[in-house]
Each structure stands twice: as structure tokens, then as C-alpha cells.
């Protein structure tokens, strides 16, 4: 099964899955709907369109955490908000917004569909919308798209060894391990709810199950499809 490998580099992330008006989370690695959002964004697909987004839901997702970032949080103020019945107006509200600082993901996709994953390789490097890291202010500070990123090799297999794309710093070794987290397909692991089940505008999400190991640290780079 092929694999389309993406890179989420930038100076802030935000990959929330339960944030409501006056608190945004985020996660510890990207979401399936943040990162198929992405993808969505660079073919054109409009938020209301179900029809082409359905077959990137069903694409196999993993993640290895090449740089974890460091969780912070922005506080924000605004004014005159009305509440959702519409029966107040809060002078001002105090909302939180947390993110992730300096993090590096390597995103792997895989499908047996390499037309599909083809045709995302392509709109990464030449994006109909602009891409962002989660939020729309959030934007790359490296390429998501690169060269030679579509492998022939199993999802667990291109996230081993891809080399590092974090880049170093002078103080900074490189370390031993990776942690890798992949979609379980037996049910088991850590219970997601990030499975999109319509259109963005619908806004229904499921559940997945992704389960953690650790990899060691790549270091070469496995042939890719020709």
C-alpha cells in the first residue's frame, strides 16, 4: 500500500477536537479532520462538499513526532459577543486559544488508491487554498509538500525512515527515537474523535482508535515509487 508522506513544520499548531467559542484546545499531534482539512484546502474542495471529501475520510492516517513543540496558551479578549440564543450581549469575553510552539510532524498517508494520493501529492505543491496548521493564522514555515514523498512502502514502514525533519539546533541532539502513532485497525488504543462523518459544514465527527510506538531514529531514506 503506497504512502504519501506531508510535513507540518511551523513556529505555532493547533489541532483541536472539543473546542467550543471562549476555550480552544489543542492536541499533541495533528487530528485526522485538521489534517484532512489541509488536504482538502490544497485540492479546493469546499467545505460543503461531501461528495469529494469522503474519500480522503477513508485514507490511513499516522504520525511521527519529530519535534513534539511545547504547549502554550494566547488569551484574547472581545466585545459585545452575543450568546447563542441571542437573549444577551456580553460586553466582553475573555476566550483562550492553546497551541503548540515549534512542533514538526511528519504526516503519512496511505491508501491502495495511488491516483488519489497522486493527485494530492500534486495539489500539496500548487494548493488551490492556502494551507494552515489547524487554524488559518497558523501558517507552514517549511513546504508540506515534498519532493519524492510518495513512497512505496507501508504507512509504518515511510514514517521509519523518512529521514528527521526537524531541523537541528546547535544545542540540540538528535534522538535516539521517534514516536510513531498509527490508526489501529483491531480497536485498540487511544479512542479519537476525529473521524470526519460529513462535510465540514456538517460538522459530525466519529471515533478511531490510534495506538503509540517508538521507532528508531531513520537514517537513510527507502526507494521510492517510480
Not at 96 to 110: E, H, I, N, S, W
Not at 164 to 181: C, D, H, N, Q, T
Request: hydrophobic share 40%; aromatic share 8%; with cysteine.
Amino acid at each position: 500500500m503506497p504512502t504519501l508522506l506531508l510535513r507540518l513544520v511551523g513556529p505555532m499548531q493547533s489541532w483541536g477536537t472539543t473546542s467550543r467559542f471562549d476555550q480552544r484546545d489543542t492536541g499533541k499531534e495533528p487530528s485526522k479532520s485538521g489534517v484532512i482539512g489541509l488536504v482538502a484546502a490544497a485540492l479546493g474542495i469546499d467545505r460543503e462538499n461531501w461528495t469529494d471529501l469522503e474519500p480522503l475520510t477513508k485514507l490511513s492516517m499516522g504520525i511521527r513526532h519529530d519535534r513534539p513543540g511545547v504547549p502554550k496558551r494566547d488569551y484574547q479578549t472581545a466585545k459585545d459577543i452575543i450568546s447563542a440564543d441571542r437573549s444577551k450581549v456580553h460586553k466582553t469575553a475573555v476566550t483562550t486559544r492553546d497551541y503548540l510552539a515549534d512542533a514538526a510532524f511528519l504526516v503519512g498517508l496511505a491508501d491502495d488508491d495511488f491516483v488519489l494520493l497522486e493527485r494530492i501529492h500534486k495539489a500539496l505543491g500548487n494548493p488551490v487554498w492556502p494551507l494552515a496548521l489547524g487554524r488559518k493564522s497558523y501558517v507552514p514555515s517549511e513546504s508540506v509538500w515534498m519532493p519524492d514523498a510518495l513512497q512505496n512502502l507501508t504507512l509504518r514502514e515511510a514514517l521509519a525512515c523518512w529521514p528527521w525533519i526537524a531541523s537541528p539546533r546547535k544545542w540540540e541532539k538528535s534522538p535516539e527515537k521517534l514516536l510513531v502513532s498509527l490508526e489501529s485497525t483491531d480497536g485498540s488504543g487511544v479512542l479519537k474523535m476525529d473521524q470526519p462523518l460529513s462535510s465540514f459544514a456538517g460538522r459530525r465527527f466519529g471515533a478511531r482508535f490510534v495506538s503509540s510506538e517508538w521507532v528508531p531514529f531513520p537514517v537513510e531514506v527507502a526507494d521510492v515509487v517510480a
